[in-house]
């Protein structure tokens, strides 16, 4: 099928005092009309910084390689203006419900401001704009809540707002930077059905970026699973669920909050914030963690995994020494 964002060997590399951070390592993704990508992994993974670098929302200090197509069209090293043309309006992203709304203003406001943004309408066209999408992210009497502020919605309804803020241009792309993190179970589960609702109805790509198997399992199509920088796994979700094959995949499923990620000794601090280049080049990223290490040796210190189709397997790919897939 075709794809509406394509991703071709990502890299990203900060520039620092202390010399070349490198945060994203060659990572490849894509997604298509009507799809869910889940990309997993903790903080310092790089799934933040992949979202980032398809906004062109990096700092200066950041250097980006790799080819970022949207519909064919090469966004990495376009100007500051293009980008901020595509921004909101081809690509949107939607994050803490709590800083992406300015308490100021009546939430139906600034859901028109982001429409005028891109679209040359009057403040009457965009206000009819900002209370339908407000309908269509599920916001009972929508006329009348456009004209209250964001402290009169509680957490769950603030969602709504700010994802009604991003579909409002109606979006090739919607990413979704760890939308349920602050809610409860319940609350995060109506908000990835109506993400869901909204996909189908629209056809939107959603990049949905998550600590959490467990969340994106509900929604997601394909995961790809990132560990400092580095895509560990990748597959379908039933791949992911059914025939994991990375280590970290393995401590990830084990259970939530990661007790089970296999601890030996300390617990590493992860490349991506702190090492120089190219320390993490010649070892496995996941090695000071990875409890299967002994049953490869060396190679996992002295070699890095690349990502591998598992034989068989479709598209499933795991960069690991292991050759057979590790017990639970
Ligand atoms: Fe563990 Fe070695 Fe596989 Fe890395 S390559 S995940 S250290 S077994
Ligand atoms: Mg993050």
Redesign the pocket.
């Known amino acids: 099928s075709a794809v509406v964002l394509e991703v071709h060997d990502l890299q990203v590399t900060f520039r620092t005092g202390g010399g070349l951070a490198p945060v994203v390592s060659g990572v490849d993704f894509s997604v298509a009309p009507g799809k869910t990508l889940a990309i997993v992994g903790e903080s310092g993974s790089g799934k933040s910084v992949c979202s980032a670098a398809v906004m062109g929302l990096l700092p200066s200090n950041a250097d980006v390689k790799g080819e970022i197509l949207l519909s064919g069209r090469e966004l990495n090293g376009l100007a500051e203006d293009e980008l901020r043309r595509i921004r909101g309006k081809d690509i949107a992203v939607f994050q803490d419900a709590l800083s992406a709304l300015n308490p100021y203003y009546s939430v139906g406001w600034q859901i028109a401001e982001a429409y005028r943004l891109h679209k040359n309408v009057s403040k009457k066209e965009a206000w009819k704009r900002a209370i339908e999408t407000l309908y269509l992210v599920g916001i009972p009497s929508a006329a009348t809540c456009a004209k209250s502020y964001p402290h009169e919605f509680s957490g769950g309804m603030r969602l709504r707002v700010v994802i009604a803020m991003a579909l409002v241009n109606n979006p090739k792309v919607l990413i979704a930077d760890e939308p349920t993190k602050a809610l409860d179970v319940t609350v995060q589960a109506q908000i990835l059905r109506l993400l869901e609702d909204v996909q189908a109805e629209f056809g939107t790509a959603l990049v949905l970026l998550s600590r959490d198997l467990g969340v994106v399992a509900e929604v997601a199509d394909d995961i790809l699973v990132m560990y400092a920088g580095h895509a560990t796994e990748v597959g379908t979700v039933r791949d992911l669920f059914h025939r994991a094959a990375?280590?970290?995949s393995l401590g990830l499923l084990g259970a939530t909050p990661r007790a089970d990620v296999p601890r030996r000794g300390r617990l590493a601090t992860i490349p991506g914030e702190l090492p120089s280049a190219g320390s993490i080049e010649t070892a496995?990223p996941?090695?000071p963690r990875?409890a299967?290490?002994d049953?490869?040796g060396e190679?996992?210190i002295t070699e890095r995994?690349a990502l591998t189709p598992r034989p068989g397997e479709g598209d499933h790919e795991a960069a690991?020494?292991?050759g057979r897939r590790p017990e639970m």
Do not use: S
């Open positions: 990375h280590p970290y496995c996941f090695q990875c299967y290490t049953r490869v190679r996992c995994p690991c020494h292991l």
